[in-house]
């Protein structure tokens, strides 16, 4: 498994803008696929965008298409979260989640993956 730790989450209004970060204890991420979800007390985590290995295809909820971006450095072993238009809707716990036997069409299941970190808080509010 993989040891991974966000950062980057805190507080701000409607229509702003956060970047998250995501760190793995691996020289490089470059054969993993890498995921990003959220979750609120009570309910199941939710899929918001997800990389495909060795740099290969994104996917994204539908809640968050056009709004967020996910990308990696692999040289840094860092997978990132740009959200962008933030709508009080998308506060909820963001954690990262890491796995090198995901296949394309498990991307969007946070069970697929081997490592998940412990979560960072994103709050959307005026």
């Known amino acids: 498994q993989v040891h991974l730790v966000e950062s980057g989450g805190g507080v701000v209004q409607p229509g702003g803008s956060l970047r998250l970060s995501c760190v793995a204890s691996?020289?490089?991420?470059?054969?993993?696929?890498v995921a990003w979800f959220r979750q609120t007390p009570g309910k199941e985590p939710e899929f918001v965008a997800a990389?495909?290995?060795?740099?290969?295809?994104?996917y994204y909820g539908d809640a968050v298409k056009g709004r967020f971006t996910i990308s990696r450095d692999n040289g840094k072993s860092t997978v990132y979260l740009q959200m962008d238009v933030l709508k009080p809707e998308d506060t909820a716990v963001y954690f990262c989640?890491?796995?090198?036997?995901?296949?394309?069409?498990?991307?969007?299941?946070?069970?697929?993956?081997?490592?998940r970190g412990q979560g960072t808080q994103v709050t959307v509010s005026s």
């Open positions: 691996v020289r490089t991420l470059s054969g993993y696929a």
């Open positions: 990389m495909a290995r060795n740099g290969g295809f994104t």
């Open positions: 989640a890491a796995g090198t036997g995901v296949i394309t069409s498990s991307l969007r299941n946070h069970n697929q993956y081997n490592s």
